[in-house]
């Protein structure tokens, strides 16, 4: 399929590799003129703006957005101006679901459908493949199935439901995965003040990814920051909340379901950003920049 893709950032230059090798056509724009030239020598082909871009592609076309929340309304209104009836614009990034549903209604009244992707798996992607979470009008998912089956692993992806749903398990996941981090993070913490300070974390880390009822993905991450940075020097210890978790806590107030462990993961990124930084901080920070290229320090 010919593609168009507007983002070429940490995921957008991932899937540009997948997409290129599984012989997809790519053609793709950033405001970042090295994003594009990097895709260019990946086998994309360059677009200096979105107009470009679309006169590039066929009709009717198939863009994704692989960009940040703040910008997709402006892309998505400047889209439905340029793009033929029946095209198909994809939102990847970590839209809130609710403005998706919003979103997918003006797609339809200008003749277009808009397919929402909710993207995990970070800068492991591009090797391993992503993990994608799938909202819309079934026909459309069928119709941009073959871009999911190049860039998710096997197994990797599921139409969950309608518009929105795709983002809204993604904001789920990503809720889960701050609960999930915060505990590593205490423990490791916990390993390391208390009453035996002087053990090997990394060790341990490793000694949990064989057989242990705690091993997975984000245990093998902290494993290699501690390996890395045992005391993890040099991270302020700050570290961000870039949505999810807070709309999903919106979500349970307004269900009037708890989600304790959630909010309290949520807590604590909002005080280290107020100066409550700890151990267990810093390795927040290291896990991020790890999995997602995020910034050490703020």
């Given at each position: 399929?010919?593609?168009?893709?507007?983002?070429?950032?940490k995921m957008?230059?991932?899937?540009?590799?997948?997409?290129?090798?599984?012989g997809h056509e790519i053609v793709a724009t950033d405001t970042n003129q090295a994003a594009v030239e990097l895709a260019v020598r990946q086998g994309a082909t360059a677009a200096t703006d979105r107009e470009a871009l679309v006169d590039a592609l066929?009709?009717?076309?198939?863009?994704?957005?692989?960009?940040?929340?703040?910008?997709?309304q402006a892309e998505i209104e400047a889209l439905t101006e340029l793009l033929p009836k029946g095209s198909i614009i994809i939102d990847g990034g970590n839209s809130d679901y609710r403005l998706t549903q919003k979103r997918a209604a003006t797609c339809q009244q200008a003749g277009l459908e808009l397919v929402d992707v909710g993207t995990s798996g970070g800068l492991l992607g591009a090797e391993q493949?992503?993990?994608?979470?799938?909202?819309?009008?079934?026909?459309?998912?069928?119709?941009?199935?073959?871009?999911?089956?190049?860039?998710?692993?096997?197994?990797?992806?599921?139409?969950?439901?309608p518009h929105g749903a795709g983002h809204f398990t993604k904001m789920v996941h990503n809720a889960i995965e701050y609960g999930v981090m915060e505990a590593y993070a205490e423990g490791y913490r916990l390993l390391r003040?208390?009453?035996y300070p002087n053990l090997d974390l990394?060790?341990?880390?490793n000694l949990w990814q064989h057989g242990s009822i705690i091993e997975g993905k984000l245990n093998h991450?902290?494993?290699?920051?501690?390996?890395?940075?045992?005391?993890?020097?040099?991270?302020?210890?700050?570290?961000?909340?870039?949505?999810?978790?807070?709309?999903?806590?919106?979500?349970?107030?307004?269900?009037?379901?708890?989600?304790?462990?959630?909010?309290?993961?949520?807590?604590?990124?909002?005080a280290s950003q107020q100066g409550a930084t700890t151990f267990a901080t810093k390795l927040l920070a290291?896990?991020?920049?790890?999995?997602?290229?995020?910034?050490?320090?703020?």
């Open positions: 399929m010919k593609i168009g893709l507007v983002g070429l950032g957008g230059s991932q899937m540009v590799t997948r997409l290129v090798g599984a066929d009709a009717p076309a198939v863009v994704w957005l692989m960009i940040p929340a703040a910008f997709v493949g992503f993990s994608m979470m799938i909202g819309g009008d079934a026909t459309a998912v069928n119709t941009v199935m073959p871009i999911i089956q190049a860039l998710a692993q096997p197994n990797g992806y599921q139409h969950v439901g003040e208390a009453d990394a060790a341990i880390a991450i902290a494993e290699q920051a501690l390996h890395a940075n045992p005391q993890l020097e040099g991270i302020d210890g700050v570290v961000a909340e870039s949505g999810e978790a807070r709309w999903a806590l919106e979500v349970a107030e307004a269900h009037q379901i708890a989600a304790p462990t959630i909010q309290a993961a949520f807590d604590v990124r909002l290291a896990m991020r920049n790890i999995f997602g290229g995020h910034p050490l320090n703020k």
